[in-house]
């Protein structure tokens, strides 16, 4: 059983930075599948960045490549992801997920792709 924990949410001026942290237990992050999705009121969940197991590969979505970068420390067994020029629309829930699978790279940015779920962060980008 893997669980998952998130933070580092919170409120942010457009052009400004968050940390999101993703502590995991019951499995090290090497050996998930990782990723970060996002939802906004009334809109469904989305792809927003991922890590294949094993070498740790990223993936990110087109709406925030160049702006946020996943990445993990084995050490501490968490995942993160890092956000810049935050933009309003970038306003949602953040959810960390993990597969112990091995998902091939189409299937990285599909939900049900991953059988565990932290429980969300918010992250608010208001002037």
């Known amino acids: 059983q893997v669980q998952l924990v998130e933070s580092g949410g919170g409120l942010v001026q457009p052009g400004g930075s968050l940390k999101l942290s993703c502590a995991a237990s019951?499995?090290?992050?090497?050996?998930?599948?990782m990723a970060w999705f996002r939802q906004a009121p009334g809109k469904e969940r989305e792809f927003v960045a991922a890590?294949?197991?094993?070498?740790?590969?990223?993936y990110a979505a087109n709406a925030v490549r160049g702006r946020f970068t996943v990445s993990r420390d084995v050490g501490k067994n968490t995942a993160y992801l890092q956000m810049n020029g935050l933009e309003p629309e970038d306003t949602a829930i953040y959810y960390c997920?993990?597969?112990?699978?091995?998902?091939?790279?189409?299937?990285?940015?599909?939900?049900?792709?991953?059988?565990?779920w932290g429980q969300g962060t918010q992250v608010t980008v208001s002037s």
């Open positions: 019951g499995r090290t992050v090497s050996a998930l599948a």
């Open positions: 997920a993990a597969s112990t699978g091995s998902p091939i790279v189409s299937s990285l940015k599909s939900a049900s792709t991953y059988e565990y």
């Open positions: 890590l294949k197991r094993g070498m740790g590969t990223t």
